[in-house]
């Protein structure tokens, strides 16, 4: 995508093109390289194919939407937009934030689209989702955060599509006034989502410019808000943490009362971007979701290829079937 901006003293437009690592990551270009290890065995995607594929990525370019599937690079985009699953990315394509394990492109966005949350309710009516994940670029230029802007979206897929759940996964509003999340709250997602990303040792080189415990007193608020309100988190493994403050994590969340837990391998987008420490295998990610279920989580999914919004339809139903059997 071309977008335009001023130039530093000419005063005159020139063109950056986020399909250029270097100008799509501006923050990442002077960092060293980091080696891109072989993936292993266990790690393997569909290629994207299919008339199911074609039909989503038509939808989408229809209607002007972004995806985080794109967007990120996520390596399920093959599989999910086969079946018609895609997850929405609203307010714009470009991050105000610079996560190091991040590929959405860094910079000054545009201003917010008014008539996006009615082109995503279009769209998810025509791709015939039961379950809808939302979710969007950090937006600190807004007073909000966007938090008017999901609300939005939410009563636009809510009226165009009323028997379609809603997911949503929202940045932090870190410097917000604490009433914004009221405003997504009293909109009624089904889920709300927001991730952790990693253990809070890591926070200063992976996520600099997030707070871990602004993000946990975030879903711990929810609930406060609307106890019956399902909320998700997720971390990625294999950024340099190890099972104690994987573990420690599990203990904080379940203490902020969050229902679901995700946890997946980080990969590498490019050789800029934090390195891969290691390659969790299988065996310890099992591990991982029978210690959660332990601590009381009310669904976990737990795998290499694990990511927020993949399975999220199916995993939904699992998750409010196991709160009716919790409360009998």
């Not at 934030?97 to 009615?118: Q, S």
């Not at 946890?263 to 290691?278: C, E, F, M, N, S």
């Amino acid at each position: 995508m071309l977008r335009p901006s001023q130039g530093p003293s000419s005063g005159e437009f020139s063109v950056r093109d986020i399909k250029i690592p270097g100008q799509r990551h501006p923050e990442k270009a002077h960092r060293p390289d980091n080696a891109q290890p072989k993936k292993p065995d266990w790690i393997r995607v569909k290629a994207p194919t299919g008339a199911g594929y074609r039909e989503t990525h038509k939808i989408i370019r229809e209607h002007k939407l972004v995806t985080v599937c794109e967007e990120a690079g996520c390596p399920n985009a093959g599989e999910c937009w086969s079946q018609g699953h895609a997850t929405m990315m609203i307010m714009g394509d470009v991050c105000t934030r610079g996560c190091t394990f991040c590929n959405v492109a860094t910079g000054k966005p545009d201003a917010l689209d008014l008539f996006e949350p009615g082109r995503v309710a279009d769209a998810v009516q025509k791709l015939g989702l039961n379950h809808v994940v939302i979710t969007s670029v950090d937006r600190d230029d807004i007073d909000d955060g966007g938090a008017e802007h999901f609300a939005q979206t939410i009563r636009a897929v809510r009226h165009r599509s009323p028997g379609t759940t809603i997911e949503i996964l929202t940045p932090d509003f870190l410097h917000c006034a604490p009433s914004v999340l009221e405003t997504v709250v009293a909109a009624k997602p089904d889920v709300f989502n927001h991730n952790l990303e990693t253990v809070p040792a890591l926070y200063p080189t992976v996520r600099p410019g997030a707070r871990y415990f602004q993000s946990l007193r975030l879903l711990q608020r929810v609930k406060e808000i609307d106890p019956m309100m399902f909320t998700k988190s997720g971390i990625m493994v294999g950024l340099g943490e190890d099972r104690v403050q994987v573990h420690q994590v599990m203990d904080d969340m379940r203490a902020a009362g969050i229902d679901f837990l995700t946890i997946g391998q980080y990969l590498q987008p490019t050789p800029k971007h934090h390195a891969v420490d290691r390659f969790v295998h299988p065996d310890e990610f099992a591990a991982y979701e029978k210690v959660a279920y332990g601590k009381g989580f009310l669904m976990v999914s737990a795998t290499p290829l694990t990511r927020s919004s993949y399975h999220a339809g199916d995993d939904f139903e699992r998750l409010r079937a196991a709160r009716l059997k919790k409360i009998g």
